[in-house]
């Protein structure tokens, strides 16, 4: 009955055409800043899964690094242990610190990653490489994968008749310190050039990978020392399990890291503007609710007679108060359903057709990416309900404590 009287009101010609001015008017606030809200949501969802995308492809599901210090032990039984564990698909070795890389003249600091053959079963940067070829070689004959940014800056060619010549890279030594003799502290040795890959600028101006045996002769590691293990799971479902089971297998001497703990800044600041958005656009709903306080409150001065009938025919202050709440429910349902529609049309435009393009020409892609979440759809008409419900409980409370009479002609 409720809703039957409430749309009987919306639909009905006012006296006063600035109520209907005023209701419409409302509508399509609600209707915009929903649109608007799920646009942004959906957007940043886009950016979300695209940098996850990105940041997959180097970071894997666990990683194992040195509680204190730059490296540890890790024996053969630890590391089949570790295989062994419920949930690991694969492991990698790795054995990194920073280094100098030169070409003739040209130098600059890198971030040399040693890594073992079953790295590309824990990375996808294999899957990267858009110049020459995934390799790096063996203790004997090293070969380097760069990023995009390391071969820029230092003019590295990986093939072709300008092919740069064997590069020279300095790492230091582990425990070689000396006063006496500095240069005992470092190593050189050379390398080929042999890939170039591309993820992430972050990745392509830092790294530089090859194989672990001349990392780790390069820098004097022991046999049993490395940097950390990359861990990739076969599902991620069960990340926090394995997480848990490593730590207790391997003690305080080891940090087990999830891939949302590698990148914790990262994802926090991602979460943070995402939700910062969300309360802007709040404001806009809740501006549109004075124009709802409005609306109702002329619709209950218009609506005086209806009132008197109602409480004349034994309708107490409950359903009066009902009636004008579900109309304000029923305003914001109408501006809620509009802007989801809205919001679903523009989304599905911009999913096949690419319309709204980013400026610039830095990104990976040249337009907005966008990934539709049910939970956003329930999370944003819910808070237009509440914010419905709130402006519409004023003029429906004094509708309510109002007594009217209706008199004779």
């Not at 656009?281 to 005086?304: C, D, G, H, P, R």
Request: one cysteine or more; aromatic letters at 10%.
């Amino acid at each position: 009955m409720n809703f039957l009287f409430a749309w009987r009101y919306f639909k009905a010609k006012k006296s006063a055409n600035a109520i209907n001015i005023i209701a419409w008017v409302t509508v399509s606030v609600i209707a915009f800043a929903t649109a608007c809200q799920i646009l942004v949501l959906s957007v940043f969802n886009g950016f979300e899964g695209l940098v996850k995308s990105l940041y997959a492809s180097f970071y894997t599901d666990i990683n194992i690094i040195p509680s204190k210090g730059k490296t540890f032990i890790l024996t053969a039984d630890q590391i089949r242990s570790i295989k062994q564990q419920p949930g690991v698909y694969a492991i990698s070795l790795i054995a990194e610190d920073k280094a100098l890389i030169k070409n003739d003249d040209v130098q600059t600091v890198i971030y040399l990653k040693g890594v073992d053959n079953n790295y590309p079963n824990v990375s996808g940067l294999a899957d990267k490489v858009f110049d020459g070829k995934y390799n790096t070689g063996t203790l004997d004959d090293p070969l380097l994968i760069i990023g995009a940014g390391i071969q820029n800056a230092a003019g590295i060619n990986v093939e072709g008749p300008m092919k740069s010549p064997p590069l020279t890279i300095i790492l230091p030594k582990r425990g070689m310190a000396s006063i006496s003799d500095p240069a005992s502290s470092i190593s050189e040795g050379t390398i080929m050039a042999n890939g170039v890959f591309s993820i992430q600028q972050e990745f392509d101006d830092k790294y530089a990978i090859t194989n672990i045996d001349f990392v780790k002769q390069q820098m004097a590691f022991g046999k049993d020392e490395y940097s950390a293990v990359e861990i990739k799971l076969n599902s991620v479902e069960s990340i926090s399990a394995t997480q848990k089971s490593l730590v207790n297998l391997l003690g305080a001497k080891y940090l087990v890291q999830t891939k949302y703990e590698q990148n914790m800044s990262l994802y926090d600041t991602m979460h943070l503007e995402k939700w910062a958005i969300y309360a802007i656009l709040t404001l806009i709903l809740i501006i549109a609710a004075f124009n709802m306080v409005s609306a109702l409150t002329m619709l209950v001065l218009e609506k005086q007679k209806d009132i008197s009938v109602l409480q004349s025919m034994g309708a107490n202050k409950t359903l009066i108060q009902k009636i004008f709440l579900t109309e304000g429910l029923l305003l914001g349902a109408i501006g809620a359903v509009t802007g989801i529609i809205l919001a679903l049309i523009i989304c599905a435009l911009q999913l096949k057709y690419k319309l709204i393009k980013l400026s610039g020409g830095s990104f990976l892609i040249d337009y907005f990416p966008v990934t539709l979440k049910l939970a956003d759809f329930f999370l944003v008409s819910i808070t237009v309900m509440i914010i419905a419900f709130i402006a519409s409980w004023f003029p429906a409370r004094k509708a309510a404590r109002q007594s009217f009479e209706l008199r004779g002609s």
